[in-house]
């Protein structure tokens, strides 16, 4: 259970929209490797849209759920906390939440969207 001071601060946390807006993703999209990017002609299997993966981390941040909790409709779970641990390593995590929240989407901040959960990260 949440004792009432973690309450308050989770409160003050600017709700980014899920999943991202076009706006919102032209924003923070060049802090993704040109490696994460999808090639054409590779051989394997085709790579994730890394745009899903970061909505599927940015809703676990959102929500504070366990990894093991994410939707269905997101990425495989293995997927997306692999990248995860590798863009947290890297900052892109942390830099891509930073501005997302510093300048919240117009329709986050018009209020025209309700938040899917209010819970700090449990992203470890």
């Not at 909505?55 to 929500?63: F, N, R, V």
């Not at 900052?91 to 901040?109: M, Y």
Request: proline share 8%.
């Amino acid at each position: 259970m949440l004792n009432e001071c973690h309450r308050n601060l989770l409160a003050l946390k600017s709700v980014i929209q899920i999943p991202l807006s076009d706006a919102d993703w032209l924003r923070i999209k060049q802090l993704i490797p040109e490696s994460e990017k999808p090639a054409s002609g590779r051989p394997g299997r085709p790579r994730r849209n890394v745009r899903e993966i970061l909505d599927a981390i940015l809703w676990i941040h959102q929500t504070g759920e366990k990894w093991h909790r994410l939707p269905s409709t997101f990425p495989p779970t293995q997927t997306c906390y692999v990248k995860y641990c590798a863009w947290r390593r890297e900052g892109i995590v942390q830099l891509a939440i930073g501005i997302l929240e510093r300048t919240p989407s117009v329709a986050t901040a018009h209020g025209s969207l309700t938040p899917r959960g209010s819970g700090r990260a449990a992203l470890e």
